[in-house]
């Protein structure tokens, strides 16, 4: 063989041996392990309080004294405001007079009467004119009545000059300024309670028969629930209102915030699950590929479960390399050189 023969040769070797490099591409794997994953419903929903409270006006008159502002905790029965006492201690002043004015009437019909019986048993008196003193007697009796019910009436609108919280919780939405004039039954703001909160979502009809009531679910991914009342009929898109209740011991849900959640509707354990990440998507058809023998192999995935950073197909099993970085660049077949993230892998 000549030189120049020679010379071609490895020239042609040197090309091969290039060609054979450049169609390597490297690669990250991470071997399939078992592990507990869930198939989750997710959502976005509204927090309502667990109980949703009225603080309202009983009596009608000028505000003279508000005792709380928006957000501060308050106990059942506790004082918000107090609407101006003086008209209505006046009228407890004047419905005790009247009963005491009752009262002494009685007294006095009630001598009358003893009287005129005992005149009434000796025969001295007509039977009319007994009759006229006993009448006088009853009309007495139910005067002191009713004068006792229009006390007891002023002394509990007195007592309602004070506005108290109907709950314990969060007094919120104040509604009256010092001095504005009230009505009766006019709302000065509300008391809700947030230790435990309702989530409120609208379910697609076409999930809805996954759910049911007791079932579990996860607000914001940490905070666990469960579903405690199901719509039985649909809003005009077609979806339904489900109501999730959440502890909330911290207050870190406050009312009517946007939420994310995720109803569980099936937990799988010991399941093969893999990277997120290692997914790729074209025209809709979700696949990975896995690494065999120095061989990129891809596998269309139709995906079981999937939450987080963790998926679960059952295409993907227990112990294969899945590719995890480097994928992109990767058609079936294509031939790969594995490596960790220090260096070649062994």
Known sequence: MSNLQKTALVFLSLVLYAGIAVAQVNVVTEKVKTGVIRKLLRF?????????????????????????????????????????????????????????????????????????KTLFDKSAITQKTFDMAETALIKSKTNV????????????????????APISGFFVDRAIDLGQAMNRGQNMGKVIDLSTIFVEAKIPEKEIYKIKIGQKCLIEDQFPGEISFINLYADNSRAFKVKMTVPNPEIHF??????????????????????????????GQQFVFIAENGIARKINLNIVAQEGEITFAREVEKDMEIIVIGQDGLDNGSSIKLRNGDGEKP
């Open 44 to 116: 976005t929903g509204e927090t309502r309080p667990l109980i949703e409270t009225f603080a309202a006006a009983d009596v009608a008159g000028p505000v003279a004294e508000i005792l709380v502002e928006d957000g501060q905790e308050v106990k059942k029965d506790q004082n918000l405001a107090v609407i101006d006492e003086v008209r209505f201690d006046i009228s407890l002043r004047m419905a005790q007079a009247a009963l005491d004015r009752a009262n002494q009437q009685l007294i006095e019909d009630q001598r009358d009467f003893d009287r005129n």
């Open 254 to 283: 406050k009312a009517n915030m946007f939420v994310k959640g995720s109803i569980i509707l099936e937990q799988y354990d010991n399941a093969p699950v893999f990277p997120t990440q290692a997914i790729r998507n074209y025209r």
């Open 145 to 164: 009545k009713q004068m006792q019910a229009e006390l007891d009436k002023a002394k509990l609108d007195l007592q309602r000059c004070s506005i108290k």
